[in-house]
């Protein structure tokens, strides 16, 4: 409890901090100063500027009179308002007369309500015990909890205290844009970020300090005071902007820039409204003067590079931007990514040199947890629930390994909250905890983000489930089994693929059905199966196709497919036939878990299965399963690499470089029954026929068709000739009716 000295004493300060703040306060509030050096301003700034050559007595008069009505209306808008906080300022100060006294009367009535009320530091120990019980669920991680609570409720205390300056000059001032213009052609064509309707739909930006003090420098320099922002999509560069924003409107930035206007300009609205190149830039240099005129907008340009080139999709408005960028009446912020700034604006002297430019990168991970921890009390008010420190830190780890298109801490923050609301409306419970991360990425990202009970059951059955379907080849699938278990044990911390192979032998023995086998088994549809032909990607001009090329605008396949199915197998058939640059592009996403497409964006493929397979070498592989005495024996590895076929780099980033047995006829014959079932089942579900092949029919047709060289393939065509050319000879001769038997 508070002795009575320090009671009066800290009573005492407050009180007279409150009155000295609210003196302080309420000149801005009232746009004194700017009231004051704007008096005889016209009112908004209209003006009626001499439009006609040579002199008119008449027009003279008539713009003299306008002006003059103008610059009265403005005066007595603003002495109105002058005049009102003069007495509003005199009445405060003389009811300060009574109040002040009657403070220091009740201040022993504080004083008794002070001493039988809980004390402020038994309120916040209570706070901390309860804060502690719902925020921590390991005990090891206690202080760290305690540290988070004590930051939080300074903040909270600080924010409390409405006299405090900083709290007062939140709020916006009035009558701060009455010596500003109006922009009636240009407000068709905008979204002001500056405008009490918008900001009332923003978040509060948490971070992002540096990045908004460099936007404000630049923005309040006397010349080239336009910026550039550039960043990946999704880095934040909206969120910067917007946080800049949200800072002129409650009056937080410096006085060059509390008065301005942050509008976003629809240049494709702009660009509809003519086709002749000529009339855009009369039209968005007629926009741009009215904005100067007004001499308090700051205009954004999103993707601005599509503005100062020429090509599919792009008008050059450079010698406009030219013009009007170097006006120190308004300025530009412009956005676009890096690639597009090397491509576009670096090699355009006359945009380049306008703009300062400002790179917005993601956020760090130790970043995006402070950011996480100052969101959490918004989303626990919303949602009536609580998010421990674990759940926090779990969001951060698996939003950074799992979720690559959005950057921290958008998704991070995104995720929490979209768990809050699985929580709450589809569980009923008020507790986040990291299983309910896990679950709701998984169901967004379609991956699993731990080891389900059904993926456990998976692995540890995967070697008799791949056997089930895969003839002959027992090495081979006891070392892919192997290398799943160990691939998905580091689920959610290896930054390489899930797993990858090279599978390597002859044609038709089961390569590419391994590949088909592990997507059906893990993701039980052949969807998530993206296969590519290599040997049609033979140049480097079809690199492009792959990865994306802006000359052509192409997005490229690859990147397509596996943005769309980001978990899933990725089959490289016939590696050995792609381009010698191709090969380097698939060394770095085995390497590093990703690649860079041809728009310079990064392509995430943790989440993948890599089966790359090849038919190099396959003659030495068929030599050394058959052997003759005469034939030396041949490591298939080093033969690869000694003939340039694969590098010994590339081939080590493999986790597991397999080789496949050529078919024997015990195997084929066995490859040969699952081939039969599939056309009895077909011929039977057109027309109610049974087809019956003996064995004895089967193992002639293997001994006279079946080369182990070309594999099941041959043999698969082969069978169907014989079986479904016979058996389509008895149906057109209507020699087999509905419920017939063709025995072969």
């Not at 530009?332 to 670096?346: D, L, R």
């Not at 160990?486 to 002859?506: H, T, V, Y």
């Amino acid at each position: 409890m508070k002795s009575v000295t320090q009671f009066f004493s800290e009573a005492t300060h407050t009180f007279f901090e409150a009155v000295g703040n609210l003196f302080i306060f309420l000149p801005y509030f009232f746009s004194v100063s700017i009231l004051l050096t704007t008096l005889f301003d016209p009112w908004k700034n209209i003006v009626v500027k001499k439009t006609q050559r040579g002199f008119s007595f008449e027009d003279v008069l008539s713009r003299l009179s306008y002006n003059l009505i103008s610059r009265g209306m403005g005066f007595v808008m603003r002495v109105s308002i002058l005049i009102f906080y003069l007495i509003f300022q005199i009445t405060f100060f003389l009811s300060l007369i009574v109040v002040v006294p009657l403070f220091f009367i009740t201040l022993p009535i504080q004083l008794f309500i002070d001493s039988i009320e809980t004390s402020e530091d038994e309120k916040k120990a209570e706070m901390k015990k309860q804060f502690i019980a719902t925020h921590l669920l390991k005990a090891e991680n206690q202080l760290y909890v305690e540290q988070w609570f004590e930051k939080l409720y300074s903040n909270k205390y600080h924010h409390s205290q409405w006299w405090k300056v900083k709290n007062l000059f939140s709020m916006p001032p009035i009558a701060k844009d009455w010596s500003l213009g109006y922009t009636p052609e240009l407000d068709e064509y905008i979204v002001e970020l500056t405008a009490g309707s918008y900001q009332t739909h923003i978040k509060t930006i948490i971070g992002r300090k540096e990045e908004i003090q460099s936007l404000e420098n630049t923005l309040s320099k006397s010349e080239a005071a336009n910026i550039l922002l550039v960043g990946e999509e999704g880095t934040g560069k909206h969120a910067v902007v917007d946080a800049f924003a949200k800072r002129v409107y409650e009056g937080k930035t410096n006085n060059l820039l509390a008065y301005k206007r942050v509008l976003k300009l629809n240049m494709e609205k702009v660009l509809t409204n003519f086709t002749d190149q000529k009339q855009r830039e009369e039209f968005f240099s007629q926009l741009l003067t009215e904005a100067a005129a007004a001499k308090n907008v700051i205009v954004l340009i999103e993707n601005i590079d599509r503005y100062v080139s020429n090509g599919d999709g792009r008008v050059d408005l450079s010698l406009i931007l030219e013009k009007h960028g170097k006006s120190p009446l308004f300025q530009i912020i412009g956005m676009t990514s890096p690639f597009f700034y090397q491509k576009y604006i670096v090699t355009n002297e006359k945009v380049s040199r306008l703009f300062t430019r400002l790179d917005v990168y993601e956020v760090s991970k130790s970043e995006a947890v402070e950011i996480l921890m100052d969101t959490v009390p918004m989303l626990e008010t919303r949602y009536g629930v609580a998010v421990p420190y674990e759940t926090i830190f779990n969001t951060i780890d698996k939003s950074d390994f799992f979720i690559t298109n959005i950057p921290f801490p958008e998704k991070a923050v995104h995720l929490l909250d979209s768990a809050c609301v699985y929580a709450t409306q589809s569980l009923g419970k008020n507790i986040i905890t990291p299983e309910i991360i896990n679950a709701v990425l998984s169901e967004k990202t379609h991956v699993p983000v731990s080891l389900s009970t059904q993926l456990k059951g998976k692995l540890l059955n995967i070697k008799p489930l791949l056997f089930q379907q895969i003839v002959n080849q027992d090495a081979a699938i006891q070392e892919v089994a192997s290398s799943l278990r160990r691939a998905f044990l580091l689920l959610g911390k290896r930054k390489k693929p899930l797993a990858s192979f090279l599978f390597l032998g002859p044609t038709g023995v089961g390569k590419t059905e391994t590949a088909k086998a592990i997507s059906r088994i893990f993701f039980e549809s052949d969807t998530n199966l993206l296969r590519f032909d290599m040997s049609l990607y033979q140049s480097k001009d079809d690199i492009g196709k792959l990865i994306g090329s802006p000359a052509t605008q192409n997005p490229g396949l690859l990147t397509e497919s596996i943005r769309n199915y980001p978990y899933g197998v990725l089959l490289l058939d016939e590696l050995e036939k792609a381009n010698k640059d191709l090969i380097n592009i698939f060394l770095t996403i085995l390497d590093e878990g990703y690649f860079t497409n041809g728009f310079g964006k990064r392509v995430d493929c943790k989440n993948l299965i890599i089966i790359a397979t090849s038919n190099a070498g396959a003659d030495i592989m068929f030599q050394q399963q058959n052997p003759d005495t005469s034939t030396p024996k041949i490591n298939v590895i080093e033969y690869l690499v000694e003939n340039h076929l694969f590098s010994p780099e590339f081939l080590n980033r493999f986790d597991g470089v397999i080789v496949y047995n050529s078919l024997d006829q015990n195997a084929a014959l066995k490859i040969a029954r699952g081939m039969l079932k599939v056309v009895e089942e077909q011929v039977y579900s057109l027309y109610k026929v049974k087809v019956l092949v003996s064995d004895a029919t089967l193992e002639s047709i293997i001994a006279n068709n079946y080369d182990p060289k070309f594999g099941a393939r041959n043999m698969e065509r082969a069978l169907r000739q014989h079986i479904e050319d016979t058996v389509a000879k008895i149906i057109l001769e209507d020699k087999a009716k509905e419920g017939d038997t063709i025995s072969l």
